[in-house]
């Protein structure tokens, strides 16, 4: 292709005039290609703000529909609710942080709430005694339905009860160091007497009286024997076993976040460092203002009468 001084293009072979119809072509089409980006772009954008603002729109009329604001909160349970003028009363009982202590509740000294377990006093009142467990996922709960008077029906659990996993207390009367094994109910009105037992899975039907001593088994539950003295003494015991297990958990659940992330860092500090090396100083030795060995805080230099004294007007470093 040969272009003369008029402006006009000679073609000098087929293969010339191929490429050239190609050049041409791709030139003449670039600026339709631009121009349709950016019209895509454009529509693209209108459709993203309209959404937003018609999202915005349905959002700020469902807030005006509504008849009972809903704010969500951060933490996923709640140990401790009132209701109505029932605050629950738990000073020097351990509640572990997913059980659930609900309105007119009164934990004595010593006793324990396990995870899981629900302690609901809407409509009476539940008392728990002094050293009495209760077991993960276990409900406590009172009554008012079945009674003649339409009074409420309370829960009473004495002093060094176990309420084991899963088990049941509905407005009824438990006395002293009374065992009610996994999965077993207790129902409405019914007494479980001092050191009896409610074997795994019993149903202690409404008004039931279980002596003191007896073992109670079935659905529903019937005596099948009595206990012995040995038997009696090792309930007390265990008593005393559960006792000292929360306490510890009490302690490891009322860390906060940096106590935890201090120990986890204790604990790789010994599982990783050569006995061979420089051993971590104890914190009890470690002086308040971060001097280590009489030679300042390590990793500072020159803020510390080591790094630089200054002696006649003049800084020597050492």
């Known amino acids: 292709v040969n272009h003369n001084n008029n402006n006009k293009t000679t073609i000098t072979s087929h293969t010339q005039l191929s490429l050239y119809i190609s050049k041409n072509r791709q030139t003449n089409t670039q600026p339709t290609t631009m121009a349709s980006s950016s019209l895509s772009a454009k529509a693209i954008t209108f459709a993203s703000n309209f959404t937003r603002r018609l999202g915005n729109s349905l959002d700020s009329l469902g807030s005006k529909l509504e008849v009972a604001k809903v704010s969500e909160k951060l933490n996923p349970s709640t140990r401790l609710v009132a209701y109505g003028d029932a605050v629950p009363v738990t000073e020097g ?62 829960t009473s659990i004495g002093k060094g009860c176990s309420i084991q996993a899963n088990a049941l207390v509905h407005a009824a009367t438990l006395k002293d160091y009374c065992r009610i094994g996994p999965c077993a109910q207790v129902l409405d009105g019914a007494v479980v007497g001092e050191h009896a037992v409610v074997e795994a899975g019993a149903v202690v039907t409404p008004g039931s009286v279980v002596k003191e001593g007896e073992v109670w088994a079935g659905a529903p539950a019937k005596m099948v024997r009595t206990l012995s003295e ?8 265990a008593v005393e076993e559960t006792m000292e297990l929360a ?16 120990e986890e860092d204790e604990y790789y500090d010994k599982l990783y460092r050569d006995p ?25 230099i020159f803020n ?15």
């Open 93 to 154: 009982a351990f509640v572990a942080p997913t059980a659930s202590i609900i309105g007119d509740v009164t934990l004595e000294k010593g006793a324990s709430v396990w995870y899981g377990a629900t302690l609901r006093g809407d409509v009476g009142s539940i008392t728990v005694g002094e050293r009495s467990s209760i077991g993960e996922r276990a409900v406590v709960h009172v009554s008012k339905i079945q009674t003649e008077d339409n009074e409420s029906v309370p």
């Open 247 to 262: 306490a510890v958990h009490a302690s490891e659940c009322a860390k906060d976040y940096e106590q935890i992330k201090e």
């Open 304 to 318: 510390t009468e080591l790094s630089h004294k200054k002696e006649d007007g003049k800084i020597h470093m050492t």
């Open 276 to 300: 061979d090396y420089f051993q971590k100083i104890p914190k009890d030795e470690l002086k308040a203002d971060g001097d280590v060995l009489g030679r300042g805080m390590p990793g500072r």
């Open 230 to 237: 040995e038997e009696m003494k090792a309930m007390e015991q």
